[in-house]
């Protein structure tokens, strides 16, 4: 398992901070994540939801409980239509490893965006319950991450190859449905992996925000049958392969390869929601603060127990990743946050490689919503709205932050650091 699938794992099934280190852990907090059953787990988190305005420990695992269920609303979803994951960066919301459904039910636009709106709900919920818990609360709790999981077929219960390890190693297998047990994942998480945690759930919702913020039915209907091919799609008669070929090498490479350059090309969504779109923009600034909320909160730790994202004082490797942080590391990904926020508040440009002089700014670009095309975007048109004279980054200032994480460490850094 290479470092960077095993950081792409790590993004997306963001795993989970859980209690109180000095108090006891809540019983509801063991029952929600050792549950076997669906409703055991949501039996628990529904005892811990009305425990969490009086008890950081238990919105702490409540916070938790919520963003694993946002999860398995997504995977649900996808199974319940037959979903088949493209294994793209392109579509980093449909990388869950949702097993084979043998008997889809048929998907329209509006059920998918359904599953869309349920999954950033969730979320949101999620973060107000994790940013309820107070920034000084003492937090920690070992958990073998073989023992939380989600329902992925919808069968009610929670297997061994359904836990968030299974899950991981799956995906770094290239996003591939889980078929056997993770060997013990265990780490002790604190107050930190809060922010942690809470952060990715901002993430995800400037995702999903921005694909609800336009009208992506021409995506849908004319390429989403590369990703449900039998849940009776419009164009599943006339480009889908019968079942007899579905393995074949039509299938897995020119049948694959010719439905995203159409997906591609159908990238030009009116917007419809352009509320969601400046949403997009918060949750990413939110993302920012909570990030350096997080450092900061690692940097005062003194102990050195199991850590999900050690501070250059907690020497080791992080199992998951192979990766220990030095200074340099922190400095530089602080500054990357700060380029980042200045480029989303628009008090720096976004360079774009056919155009000198101007920048684009991308404050502009989310609260100034205009219909988005993907191919005009990257030749040029589609941005020009939003170019503008000003400071623009440089190629230099950020070779100058990536330098700091050797070669290309920078995105598996990222992909973990958050």
Not at 210 to 236: E, I, Y
Not at 313 to 333: C, D, F, R, S, Y
Not at 383 to 403: N, V
């Amino acid at each position: 398992m290479n470092r960077l699938s095993r950081l792409l794992a790590s993004a997306f099934i963001v795993l989970v901070p859980l209690s109180s280190a000095r108090a006891a852990m809540p019983e509801a907090a063991t029952a929600l994540f050792e549950a076997k059953t669906v409703a055991a787990r949501d039996s628990a988190l529904s005892t811990l939801e009305a425990a969490a305005p009086k008890d950081p420990a238990s919105a702490y695992a409540a916070g938790a409980g919520e963003f694993f269920t946002a999860l398995e609303l997504l995977a649900s979803g996808l199974h319940r239509h037959g979903f088949e994951s493209p294994r793209s960066f392109m579509l980093p919301l449909m990388r869950l490893p949702v097993p084979d459904n043998p008997n889809p039910e048929p998907l329209t636009y509006e059920q998918f965006r359904a599953i869309l709106v349920a999954f950033r709900d969730r979320l949101e919920k999620s973060a107000a319950t994790l940013g309820s818990v107070p920034a000084d609360a003492d937090i920690g709790m070992v958990i073998d991450l073989t023992h939380v999981g989600i329902d992925l077929n919808e069968d009610g219960t929670i297997a061994p190859d359904e836990s968030m390890a299974a899950i991981m190693a799956s995906l770094s297998r290239g996003g591939s449905a889980p078929d056997v047990a993770a060997p013990a994942l265990t780490f002790r998480f604190d107050r930190a992996d809060g922010f942690w945690l809470q952060g990715y759930a901002e993430f995800l919702m400037a995702q999903a925000d921005f694909w609800l913020a336009h009208d992506f039915r021409s995506t849908f209907d004319g390429s989403f049958h590369m990703l449900f091919p039998r849940a009776k799609l419009p164009l599943q008669d006339s480009l889908v392969p019968p079942s007899d070929d579905m393995g074949s090498s039509i299938f897995s490479s020119e049948w694959r390869i010719a439905d995203f350059i159409s997906l591609v090309h159908l990238v030009n969504w009116p917007v419809v929601e352009p509320e969601r779109r400046q949403a997009a923009r918060r949750h990413l600034l939110e993302m920012i603060r909570l990030s350096r909320e997080d450092w900061k909160a690692i940097r005062a730790e003194t102990d050195n127990d199991r850590e999900w994202l050690p501070g250059p004082q907690q020497k080791g490797e992080n199992p998951l990743t192979g990766l220990e942080v030095g200074e340099e590391q922190v400095a530089a990904w602080l500054a990357t946050l700060t380029m980042a926020e200045d480029l989303l508040e628009g008090r720096v440009l976004l360079p774009h490689f056919r155009i000198t002089g101007k920048g684009i700014n991308m404050k502009r670009f989310f609260d100034e919503p205009k219909p988005f095309d993907l191919v005009l975007s990257i030749t040029g048109p589609g941005i020009a709205p939003y170019l503008e004279s000003g400071k623009i980054l440089s190629s230099d200032d950020f070779d100058q932050i990536q330098r700091q994480f050797g070669g290309g460490g920078f995105l598996t850094f990222a992909l973990w650091f958050n």
